[in-house]
């Protein structure tokens, strides 16, 4: 592509080609961005012209990326990042309006910290999206690089020099239990009871670390890989589970459950944020980081 083409590349091009990545289909793509999903089929085909690739594959549940669109995304990602920063230095940082932020966190921490954040940015912030989209450990930094995320709250996992990252604490885990559920009141209780087990993979947890070392073996009914349906699953049973305490503290606040101490030592962990070390002069992005440090010092009861 010589310096001709460049100079005759619109733009919105790019816009749609992150619409597409993100939302997996042109009709989706097109509600997103205002048009018809003929002018993004349109623009599709000049994105693969452009390229000389075909950059997305049609399956049963949408358009699929190539590997070719997959490295592009970040690098076009970032591109219009870069924009809309020299944007908003125009504006004195201070237009947000129509701007959309993706915050990576387990939903753990989305249960405690969401809807505090939302009225927050509600109030300094109007006019801003925010998308929660979770993460973990073992996937947040590369959603960060691969700018699927703006922002992470994360135990773990970022270690990137290309990632400028704060330590929020250490966190800490509380029982939970329906309300009318007696909690236990020794290791050797609270190992025979039957206990929710919420972990992504479903067999092992940090609880069986913890009571492992303690020469005891839990008796697990069931397990769930989403804390937002421990509630749910709770309720009028028998059971307990072990979570971490903000998220104890944030469901027994909407629903009939009551916290307790855990009876065996469980260990504790680092939380911390990053975000890119290129998104530093993102006006938006840094108040909103800076809002989620608040909330976090406010209520997440780290040591």
């Known amino acids: 592509m010589n310096s001709v083409d460049i100079e005759r590349i619109d733009l919105n091009l790019l816009r749609v080609f992150v619409a ?31 390229y000389a690739d075909p950059l997305f594959e049609r399956t049963g549940r949408g358009l699929r990326p190539t590997m070719r669109a997959n490295e592009l995304a970040p690098l076009i990602s970032e591109a219009l990042n870069r924009c809309r920063q020299a944007l908003a230095l125009s504006a004195g940082g201070k237009e947000v309006n129509g701007r959309t932020l993706t ?53 773990g996992g970022l270690s990137s020099p290309l990632i400028a990252r704060q330590r929020l604490g250490k966190g800490n885990y509380l029982g939970i239990a329906d309300a009318n559920n007696p909690v236990p009141t020794s290791a050797q209780d609270y190992a025979q009871r039957p206990h929710l087990l919420v972990s992504s993979a479903g067999y092992v947890g940090i609880v069986d670390e913890g009571l492992n070392a303690a020469g005891y073996k839990r008796r697990i009914r069931a397990s769930t890989s989403h804390f937002a349906a421990v509630p749910f699953l709770l309720v009028d049973t028998d059971l307990i589970t072990t979570v971490p305490t903000h998220a104890a503290l944030a469901l027994e606040r909407i629903s009939r459950i009551r916290s307790f101490a855990c009876p065996v030592p469980m260990p504790s962990y680092e939380l911390e944020i990053g975000m890119r070390v290129g998104s530093k002069h993102d006006t938006a992005l840094l108040q909103v980081r800076e809002l989620i440090i608040e909330l976090v010092a406010g209520s997440f009861r780290l040591g």
Not at 29 to 50: C, D, K, W
Not at 108 to 127: C, K
């Open 103 to 155: 915050i990576g966190l387990s939903d753990d921490s989305e249960i405690a910290l969401g809807q505090q954040l939302l009225q927050r940015v509600e109030r300094q912030l109007p006019g801003l999206r925010i998308i929660f989209r979770q993460t973990h450990s073992g996937l947040v930094q590369d959603m960060l690089m691969r700018h699927q995320i703006d922002i992470a709250v994360s135990a």
């Open 20 to 50: 597409l990545i993100e939302e997996g289909g042109a009709s989706r793509a097109a509600i997103r961005l205002g048009v018809t999903q003929p002018a993004v089929s349109a623009a599709l085909g000049r994105l693969r012209e452009l």
